[in-house]
């Protein structure tokens, strides 16, 4: 059990465990094995003597919360997951300014969401795959325009929320790859056949066949984390009644 203790005075917290069992580990141990860092006792002792006498209380991490903003094998990124102590969100920030020092966590006031900065096809993938495959007789450089112009044309009749999310792991955590709707398939079809014709309109149809599920046919959405602090004023907050709601933690001795 990760366990994460926030001093409630200075709003600074401790975590008990390292997070090496966290996915995003399992990357990392593939090319970069990592030593796994065990926190000393002392950092926890140093840590009360810091805090001596301030009021504490444990965070719970919500599930399913962690977002990074690199892929998974970078080691310097930033990663956020989302903690509340039962009454007020909080965003944890994780992170490495250098790839030889330890994990720093921040506390931040407030939540996290995903902003979606762009919908978009995967043009350059699709121009390569379609010359691969259309090999020996590729299509004509206008007519391969002429598709991506298409398939941007039916991109803008899209509305990214009737689109359903393709479900293996992207490398880039916050770029997130989407079939194309049954809607959207049938009008890219019919709008091919106005750009090609007998046997090379059947080789782009079965193209489109192939690709549209996991291919390079899959719209591609790229997403910001977008934090949004809480006022860190104490006057709004609510007064913590430190004998119930606050935990001690004593030091050892
Ligand atoms: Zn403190």
């Not at 007998?198 to 690709?211: K, L, S, T, W």
């Not at 977008?226 to 609510?238: R, T, W």
């Amino acid at each position: 059990m990760n366990q994460i203790i926030r001093c409630i005075t200075c709003d600074e917290i401790f975590t008990k465990t390292p997070y090496d069992q966290w996915p995003e580990y399992e990357y990392v141990s593939v090319n970069r094995p990592e030593p796994s860092r065990t926190i000393e006792k002392d950092d926890f002792q140093d840590f009360l003597k810091h805090h001596r006498n301030h009021p504490m209380e444990d965070l719970k991490v919500l599930e399913d919360s962690f977002v990074s903003e690199k892929p998974y094998f970078e080691p310097t990124k930033a990663s956020y997951f989302k903690a509340t102590n039962g009454k007020e969100m909080f965003v944890i920030k994780k992170f490495r300014k250098r790839i030889d020092e330890p994990l720093s966590y921040q506390l931040i006031r407030g939540d996290y969401s995903l902003k979606l900065l762009r919908l978009e096809i995967q043009a350059e993938e699709i121009v390569k795959q379609l010359k691969k495959e259309l090999n020996p007789s590729p299509l004509p450089e206008p007519q391969l325009e002429a598709f991506l112009k298409l398939y941007r044309q039916v991109l803008k009749t899209i509305d990214i929320n009737s689109l359903e999310r393709v479900p293996e792991d992207s490398p880039h955590p916050l770029e997130i790859y989407y079939k194309m709707d049954d809607v959207s398939l049938a009008y890219l079809l019919r709008n091919c056949r106005t750009i090609f014709k007998g046997q090379e309109y059947q080789a782009v149809e079965a193209f489109i066949q192939r690709h549209r599920e996991d291919g390079v046919l899959l719209l591609k959405a790229v997403y910001q984390i977008q934090i949004s602090e809480s006022s860190k004023s104490k006057k709004g907050a609510l007064p913590i009644p430190h004998a119930i709601e606050g935990k001690k933690y004593v030091e050892k001795t």
